[in-house]
């Protein structure tokens, strides 16, 4: 997918990891002048099921409903198909290849993302896990996987968009999460490990990030989401 064809106020997808309908509302209000487009994760949506959800669709705004989606096939084919009459933009989902073929088999209109590896995730927790290769290696087989199998893209870390990009092309869609502003890209200062800015998210070819805390903790979001997109811009 053309980076040419994504507005750069759609670029940054502001995570809404609040507690409930009433506080999403008012952090969405802070930000739609600088961006359309809001991430509902497992948090918000237990607290306010589809609720958010609509508002935010019928505010004319887009939607990633990050709930992972991970089980038996046909019960995440059934889930894919409550989301599709929601008009969510992006879905992410977990999942061998049974669960990926029969999320794709459901998803109407929606663009599905496969989570490759959370960005908590590092290598002394591969380690742990008994695996020898890399996290860079695990994502890109995982993407490849997922592209194979139809879905639209995945989940990845700024770190490894780059290999991404360069051997999958332009027709997966990379969505970038654990984005920090420049002062913080350090992991002793952060839960999250494999973290970048929004710029370099872009530059090493993310289509799309993803924005919670640096954003939503922030007085003024609008003005945070303002350098973010400048910072993109110049990438």
Not at 131 to 141: K, N
């Amino acid at each position: 997918m053309s980076d040419e064809k994504i507005p750069l106020r759609d670029r940054i997808i502001v995570a809404l990891d609040v507690e409930n309908h009433a506080m999403a509302k008012e952090m969405v209000k802070k930000c739609e002048s600088h961006t359309g487009f809001f991430k509902v994760g497992l948090q918000l949506f237990m607290a306010s099921w589809f609720e958010t959800v609509d508002w935010i669709v019928d505010r004319g705004h887009k939607v990633m409903l990050d709930l992972k989606f991970f089980d038996i096939p046909e019960t995440v084919k059934l889930a894919v198909e409550q989301v599709n009459s929601r008009g969510v933009t992006f879905a992410t989902i977990h999942g061998n290849d049974p669960i990926i073929r029969a999320a794709v088999a459901a998803r109407g209109d929606m663009k599905l993302l496969a989570v490759t590896v959370l960005t908590s995730f590092g290598e002394e927790d591969m380690r742990a896990m008994g695996m020898t290769q890399s996290v860079e290696d695990l994502v890109y087989y995982r993407a490849k996987r997922a592209l194979e199998l139809g879905c639209d893209g995945v989940v990845s870390s700024g770190l490894e968009a780059g290999r991404l990009r360069t051997n999958l092309g332009d027709r997966l869609l990379i969505v970038t999460p654990g984005i920090r502003p420049g002062d913080n890209v350090s992991e002793s200062l952060d839960d999250q490990k494999r973290i970048v800015t929004a710029g370099m998210a872009i530059k090493n070819g993310a289509n799309y990030v993803v924005v919670g805390r640096p954003i939503t903790r922030a007085e003024d979001p609008a003005r945070i989401l303002e350098a973010m997109q400048q910072d993109i811009a110049v990438s």
